[in-house]
């Protein structure tokens, strides 16, 4: 096929061809084609940019949980997205995209025919070559399924158990089992997902067997009704600011755009137990004119506030992890009932699209923060949330802005002047704090709003700039956001972040990022308003598909608190800086080397560390097996100087552990898929940390079976 | 030569022998603002006076107008006026800025020029002189230096750049500082630089800028500074000979710093 045909944009413009074409152009097509279809990429991971940031936000902040994120990468995995079905709705599944991309891809392959190569897919309005490398772990090039026929539907069931064993008692030994279940028919599908971690035991008595049990039933129509969930789902809306399942991008400084990814509602798969909606979720009309309207309810874990007479009085935070093992835990379990209901509009063109959100949160038990500690001066308090959002988006493939504008209006326990707020913690400080919000009780719209604008700029093949500015009021609160900021939490912050991803040369691409911003009421560890700033640099050179160079160089910078027993506390600046290379190369077909070397070092304490890596992946020729292996060295001063390492693991599942002191870290694993359908993994981790406090050898061992019918 | 030699030993003395503030040059131009004066190697008008060498760059005489405002605080507003005379041998540079207020004022006069040496090398040398003026018992003090600066062009769409101001700094208490840049042509209407500065006493800063040409008309600007940190935008607007630009530059501690200039270019 002409392949000078198929680049054309939407306006019917050839795409000038700036990606690195080796000189014969026929034969190196050919090649790549051959290449591509008649061996599946055998070790297609993430991409390395994607993991290496997983590293560094889990660096920077110990809060950091992506286990959401990372599977829902990995549901994509499992069931990659057809491209070249030319449906929106297909193609829709890859969350990160924009409508604006999703709809130009579409509209590319229903105009010019399947796509062929991942490199055509960079040359299109609002892609480059990024976004491609992050797609393409998740995505499948073959031609779209014929319509007609008989279907029975696709059913995937995939069983995980992991065991971990220390030479010291802790309560992370024990098994951890997990179930999912999808199964897709016609118009409906349903999944089912349950969980027991490690120490939750399996029973019955007063539960549905395991820890974590999570269901959905799902009706996609071709109508006005898009979509029909119910049971449990997840939202994302604009950028971010009251809705966002994937909170991954809120920190992603390198991320190919600051823009959020697609507004919708989808099916919750995840095993994170708190950070989803129960109930039912209604999506009309189509992607660019339409309504979402949803309500939940979902008991979620909190620490209870108990009364002079042990009854529960309210709660003083939420509680994160979906550990339920110790007597506190247990005690957090489901205490909390939170019902939301919320609606959706969209509206908009090829060109411009707009969205008005809002939602009221009520919760079975009011927020009683201590406000004694500085960090919850501005935490939410009472037991009711409304939230109000527009955004949009314009733009051509060239340049394309994004804009999100919200308030948060906590409701008083009971009087709007703050009397009579029964439970609620006196302040016995006396500031009185008159023009703060939440803490005290009150509306203060001065207080409780948000906002967050940026753009995306692609003045050449070769250039693409992000741009993001944002201010999050101290007392802004949304318990479901994910909007793109440093710091943990909804509120209390203001910045601007950039990024510069270049093709310097051929084979040389090159990405600057930086990001200031400022915190300006007291949080967590930081008594007074505070700034950070984080910078990153990174490099990498491919001449060839099957080798690669990356350096990175990332320096994240933030005000503590300095120690002190008494008076005011002062600030000190932490900063860490971290140096990263890692060499991959494929020597053989079936062979694949990465080797990693990173250090760090963490000032004011001078603290430093590094980690050097070897992982294997090795494809048996004659028998359906794979091979991974890793051995890993890292020695550092401390904690604060850790090194990340993203390691290979099950199908749905990730591991990204923490290296730290001297310590060494291995695993083997096997993948067996005898048939197109079956797929087994075994995986045996072993990690020695002997001289490091509570270290000594740790051995894990996970198996894995998918089956799909 | 002799002449010579006798005008730089002259200025030596002179510069020997004065005493010392410690004044730092304003940098001005809006333009160059907006890209977070990573411009050592980029050519346009004010960006002629941080690299002399880039005076050869200049196709006709053109004079600006620059006013820039510090942190939104008129007592650290700066006022300057510039004109590029494009002599075919050598053109022509005058730089006057006004820093400060009638109590407290600097006031910096620079005349510059350049020469191209071969097709892709140009070289430029700015004499400066700059006077400080107090009031009360701080007495009024003057500084008389030089500042040069050379370009190469690398190929048709990499220009590098260096520039040093003061070199004689163990003569004087001024601050001595080098700039060096590369400048990268993407396409007619892209252009993407990197600086890296170096001012006595003060840290390494890194400046990088892209300058966007949208519809041949408007331009758009941004950049970073490393240090002090600090992210910049800018834009532009050209008709017919004249060119209006604005540039902001943005520190999360000190706020916004303003500029604005005006081209007039003859041709």
């Known amino acids: 096929m002409d392949n000078q045909m198929k680049c054309r944009n939407l306006h019917g413009e050839q795409c000038q061809r700036r990606l690195r074409w080796p000189p014969d152009r026929k034969a190196a097509c050919a090649a790549m084609i051959l290449g591509l279809l008649s061996c599946p990429l055998l070790c297609q991971e993430e991409s390395q940019d994607l993991r290496e940031s997983v590293e560094e936000i889990l660096a920077l902040s110990e809060d950091a949980d992506p286990a959401a994120m990372l599977e829902e990468l990995e549901e994509l995995k499992v069931s990659p997205v057809n491209i070249n079905s030319g449906d929106e709705k297909e193609i829709s599944r890859l969350f990160f995209l924009t409508e604006f991309q999703v709809m130009v891809l579409a509209d590319h392959v229903r105009k010019n025919g399947s796509v062929v190569t991942l490199y055509e897919l960079a040359l299109l309005p609002a892609f480059d070559r990024n976004t491609v490398l992050l797609m393409a772990p998740y995505i499948s090039l073959e031609p779209g399924a014929p319509k007609g026929g008989k279907s029975y539907g696709r059913t995937l069931v995939t069983m995980t158990a992991a065991a971990r064993f220390n030479c010291a008692e802790s309560n992370t030994e024990g098994i951890r089992s997990l179930l999912k279940v999808k199964h897709k028919q016609g118009s409906f599908s349903i999944g089912l997902t349950a969980e027991n971690d490690p120490g939750e035991p399996f029973t019955f008595k007063n539960g549905p067997g395991t820890d974590f049990l999570s269901a959905y039933i799902q009706y996609e129509g071709k109508g006005v009704i898009n979509r029909i969930i119910a049971g449990d789902f997840s939202v994302r809306a604009g950028e971010g600011l009251l809705f966002n399942s994937s909170q991954w991008m809120g920190s992603w400084l390198s991320s190919p755009s600051f823009m959020s990814g697609r507004s919708v509602s ?189 753009l995306r700029a692609k003045p050449s093949g070769r250039v693409t700039f992000n741009f993001l500015t944002r201010h999050f009021a101290p007392g802004y609160h949304a318990f479901h956001s994910g909007a793109f900021k440093a710091g943990s939490g909804s509120g209390n912050e203001t910045g601007l972040a950039a990024s510069l991803h270049l093709e310097a040369a051929r084979h040389l691409f090159i990405t600057a990022a930086a990001d200031h911003y400022r915190i300006p009421a007291p949080r967590y560890r930081s008594s007074s308003s505070s700034s950070g700033s984080r910078i990153e640099l990174k490099g990498e050179y491919q001449p060839r598909d099957d080798i690669s160079v990356r350096l990175s160089w990332t320096t994240s910078s933030r005000e503590y608190d300095a120690a002190r027993e008494t008076g005011a506390a002062t600030s000190v600046t932490h900063t860490r800086q971290q140096l990263g290379l890692v060499f991959d190369i494929s020597p053989a077909h079936t062979l694949r080397l990465t080797t990693r070397a990173s250090a760090s070092f963490i000032s004011p304490s001078q603290e430093k560390g590094y980690l050097l890596c070897q992982d294997l992946c090795y494809s048996f020729r004659s028998l359906p097996l794979k091979l991974w292996f890793r051995y890993a060295l890292c020695s550092t001063e401390g904690w604060d100087s850790r090194l990340y390492a993203w390691e290979n693991d099950l199908l749905n599942s990730f591991s990204v552990p923490a290296l730290y002191g001297e310590m060494t870290r291995s695993f083997v694993m096997l993948s067996w898929k005898p048939a197109g359908r079956i797929e087994a993994r075994v995986k045996y981790g072993f990690t020695d ?21 | 030569m002799l002449r010579w030699n006798a005008v730089f030993l002259l ?64 007592a650290l507003s700066s006022k300057a006026v510039s004109a590029i005379f494009a002599f075919k041998q050598a053109p022509l540079g005058l730089v006057v800025s006004h820093y400060g207020n009638a109590d407290y004022y600097r006031l910096f006069t620079g005349a510059g020029s350049a ?43 990499f220009t590098v750049g260096i520039h040093l101001f003061n070199p004689v700094s163990p003569l004087n208490t001024l601050p001595s500082s080098i700039d060096a840049g590369i400048n990268w042509k993407q396409s007619d209407g892209l252009f993407l630089t990197l600086t890296g500065s170096k001012v006595s006493n003060e840290p390494l800063s890194v400046q990088c800028g892209i300058s966007w040409d949208l519809m041949q008309r408007l331009t758009l600007r941004t950049g970073y500074m490393s240090s002090p940190s600090a992210f910049a935008f800018g834009i532009g607007f050209k008709s017919g000979s004249l060119q209006a630009d604005a540039g902001f530059f943005i520190n999360s501690t000190t706020g916004v710093t303003s500029s604005v200039s005006v081209t007039w270019t003859i041709r």
């Not at chain 1, 527009?390 to 919200?406: K, M, N, P, Q």
């Not at chain 1, 009087?415 to 500031?431: C, E, I, P, R, V």
């Not at chain 1, 002997?690 to 998918?706: A, H, M």
């Not at chain 2, 003395?13 to 160059?32: K, Q, R, T, Y």
């Open chain 1, 266 to 454: 989808a099916p919750y798969t995840s095993t994170e137990e708190n950070s989803f909606f129960r109930g039912i979720s209604l999506t009309l009309g189509s992607m660019n004119t339409g309504a979402v309207l949803f309500a939940s309810s979902n008991e979620i874990d909190a620490r209870v506030v108990l009364g002079e007479d042990s009854t529960a009085t309210g709660v003083s935070h939420l509680v994160r992890g979906g550990i339920h093992v110790s007597e506190s835990q247990h005690e957090a379990q489901n205490s909390l009932t939170e019902t939301i209901a919320g609606i959706r509009l969209i509206a908009g063109a090829e060109k411009v699209r707009g969205g008005v959100s809002v939602s009221s949160t009520w919760f079975s038990l009011p927020f009683i923060p201590d406000i004694t500690e500085p960090q919850n001066l501005h935490a939410f308090a009472g037991d009711r949330l409304l939230n109000l959002a527009a955004d949009i988006r314009a733009g051509t493939g060239s340049v394309l802005f994004f804009a999100e504008a919200g308030i948060g209006l906590s409701g008083p326990l009971a009087d709007m002047d703050g009397s009579n707020q029964q439970g609620l913690q006196a302040d016995t400080t006396g500031t009185g704090l008159p023009g703060s919000v939440s803490a005290i009780g009150g509306l203060n719209f001065r207080d409780s709003w948000a906002a967050t604008a940026g």
């Open chain 1, 689 to 709: 940390s002997g001289s490091n406090p509570g270290g000594g050898l740790k051995q894990e061992v996970k198996g894995q079976v998918r089956i799909g019918f």
């Open chain 2, 11 to 74: 200025l030596v003395i002179n510069v020997a022998g004065l005493h010392a503030g410690e004044p730092l040059f304003v940098p001005h131009g809006a333009g160059s603002m907006g890209m977070a004066f990573a411009v050592t190697a980029t050519p346009g008008h004010w960006n002629s006076f941080h690299n002399q060498a880039l005076l050869t760059a200049n196709s006709g005489t053109a004079f600006s107008a620059s006013f820039e405002n510090r942190f939104m605080m008129s």
């Open chain 2, 115 to 157: 020469v191209r040496i071969t097709d892709a090398v140009a070289l430029g040398v700015q004499v400066d002189y700059i006077s400080e003026h107090g009031i009360g018992e701080y007495r009024d003090v003057s500084h008389v230096t030089f500042e040069a600066g050379m370009t190469c062009n690398l190929s048709s769409s």
